[in-house]
């Protein structure tokens, strides 16, 4: 996807997002994420925008120190203005990737063609994740993603966040998943081992065969959608997807 395809899914997803919240209490519990209330998502998300705006407008060459963590997160919204700082946040965080050049020069995590291409995709999936978590805190099902985007979701979860060696999703013995959109072209297969994930963009047999329309790919991979809901359909060794309900976890 394009650098203005994601912009453009960072600012939908956020002013979604930010509406979920404004009609649901905030100590709402999210179903989605059992540990957190609405106000522990809505906080979470806007200090990540607002720790990307430092980075990218800063041209920062390494992650914020604790200090600058700190600085980034404060002051702590009360209730009663926790939806009005989100937004303000959110066009921060957007004003400041549409301002940034081609060639911008900072800090990330993941391989990417570019750092603004990266903190771009990055931060619209980060938002589309959450923005499912506010409108499960909402009791409602919210926009489905578009299926470019859920697979270029999928793809960054897969392919990115879990092929790096801090990732557990880890087997004894070699195994295998193939995972296939039904509303597009993504294929991708993966083989669990001792070591880390590795991912082809293949369709091959496998142990597990996940078949489903990418936007249920998406919610399921990121652990926000049961096994068993949506239209997914599962074939071979339903263990596989409770070993990643337990370690396909992004920290």
Excluded at 151 to 170: A, H, M, P
């Amino acid at each position: 996807m394009e650098i203005t395809a994601h912009l453009d899914a960072l600012r939908r997803e956020g002013a979604l997002l930010a509406d979920a919240a404004a009609r649901t209490d905030p100590a709402a519990p999210v179903p989605t994420c059992p540990e957190w209330r609405l106000r522990d998502l809505v906080l979470h998300t806007g200090r990540v925008h607002r720790w990307v705006t430092a980075i990218v407008g800063d041209r920062l060459p390494a992650p914020l120190d604790a200090e600058g963590e700190r600085a980034v997160g404060e002051p702590q919204p009360g209730d009663a203005e926790l939806v009005d700082w989100f937004r303000a946040g959110h066009a921060a965080l957007l004003d400041t990737l549409t301002a940034a050049p081609a060639d911008l020069d900072c800090w990330t995590f993941l391989p990417a063609r570019s750092p603004l291409a990266f903190w771009t995709r990055r931060q619209a999936h980060e938002t589309a994740v959450h923005r499912v978590d506010a409108d499960s805190a909402a009791g409602t099902e919210g926009p489905r993603t578009d299926p470019e985007f859920a697979q270029d979701g999928v793809d960054e979860l897969l392919s990115g966040f879990l092929t790096r060696g801090r990732s557990g999703v880890r087997s004894e013995r070699p195994r295998t998943v193939q995972v296939r959109a039904s509303d597009g072209p993504g294929r991708w297969l993966l083989t669990i081992s001792r070591e880390p994930l590795a991912v082809e963009p293949a369709e091959k047999p496998a142990d597990l065969t996940i078949t489903g329309p990418a936007h249920d790919l998406y919610l399921l991979l990121w652990n926000r959608l049961p096994t068993g809901a949506g239209q997914v359909t599962t074939t071979g060794d339903d263990s596989l997807l409770e070993l990643w309900r337990e370690a396909a976890t992004i920290r």
